[in-house]
């Protein structure tokens, strides 16, 4: 099959029009719409093929024709069916609490648009569609000594890139990052002690550096490889002289990870994040407010997350409690009367 007839099938005039609105008037990142357009083709080929127990991996399935998808389809949908998909997931696909939850967004965001704005539906049969009740687990992080080793691992490292890999993990441990916005990182978003970078949704936020990072920066440049002409202002440069990629960043810190002698399956650059994040609360006594404002998230209940992993404050409010300071307190006698 050739490419474009590959395309072709992959999709139809209502979900271009609905990526192209989450794209231009809602400003999704490029990523966020590429996670829509996935959970959408799933969905689509789910409900049109013959066999349900073809998978995603199974040659076949990237065959299923979804361009017959029109409004007459859409309009032949109901409630069940969308349910039907989120049990497929569950049962057969096997996919997480939190991957179901996903794309149940997925597809209320798309259901609410073909009725609201595309005025394909009249009613949006996904409204009362309810999220997967997910698991809530206390994040996984770095303690400061796994941390300190990881930085060892590449300071110790000896080659022209040794610099530019120790630079993105001191970012990443201090500043609690994302990674869309460490690779998106321009030369001129720097200011000494300030970056700029673009988070989720489009919106920028200004990131305070310490000494550390300050000067990780400072050594990187030097060594930095002459990017070729469209990436001059990017800060971290590949080998081939292009803006490094999620890909290679999570290669590199990988390679780390396993030369601390961590597990790779077990952390990732997301975990750096939740590290760095929970170090500032736990030896920086930063408040729950100002963490928000540095990790850029959009409500205060993200960030409290990072309230409940601090086992010292949990100990030692165990340990003020007043029956507890009474322990050693030798028990009065009473006489009898």
């Known amino acids: ?42 969905f689509f080929r789910f409900l049109i093929a013959d066999d349900r127990k073809l998978q995603p991996e199974d040659e076949a399935w990237s065959l299923i024709d979804i361009s017959i998808v029109d409004d007459s389809f859409l309009r032949s949908l109901q409630l069940s069916d969308l349910y039907s998909y989120i049990t497929w997931l569950a049962t057969t696909r096997k996919t997480s609490p939190a991957t179901r939850a996903r794309r149940t967004s997925s597809l209320r965001t798309f259901f609410d648009y073909l009725t609201t704005k595309a005025h394909v539906l009249e009613e949006n049969i996904a409204l009362n569609l309810e999220l997967p009740k997910q698991i809530k687990r206390l994040p996984r992080y770095l ?57 989720k949704g489009g919106k920028e936020r200004t990131i305070y550096l310490n000494g550390a990072c300050i000067a990780a920066i400072r050594d990187y440049l030097p060594d930095r490889i002459k990017p070729i002409p469209s990436d001059r202002d990017a800060m971290f440069i590949s080998r081939l002289g292009k803006r490094i990629t999620d890909r290679a960043v999570q290669n590199i810190i990988k390679k780390y990870i396993r030369q601390a002698g961590l597990d790779p399956q077990r952390y990732s650059t997301h975990k750096l994040r939740h590290t760095a994040a929970t170090l500032m609360y736990q030896y920086g006594e930063v408040d729950i407010r100002s963490l928000q404002a540095i990790l850029g998230h959009s409500t205060v209940a993200t960030t409290e997350i990072y309230t409940h992993i601090d086992n010292r404050s949990l100990h030692d409010a165990v340990e003020q409690n007043p029956l507890n300071l009474e322990r050693n307190r030798p028990c009065q006698m009473v006489d009898d009367e």
């Open 143 to 199: 303690s400061l000594d796994e941390s300190r080793e990881l930085l060892q691992a590449a300071s110790d490292e000896d080659s022209r890139l040794s610099t530019r890999d120790y630079c993105i993990l001191t970012l990443f441990l201090n500043c609690g990052m994302r990674l869309s916005e460490l690779c998106g990182i321009n030369l001129s978003d720097w200011r000494e002690n300030t970056l700029v970078v673009l988070g």
């Open 1 to 42: 099959m050739t490419v474009h007839r590959k395309q072709q099938i992959d999709t139809f005039q209502r979900l271009e029009e609905f990526l192209g609105y989450i794209r231009a008037i809602l400003g999704r990142s490029e990523g966020t719409v590429r996670q829509y357009r996935y959970d959408l083709v799933l």
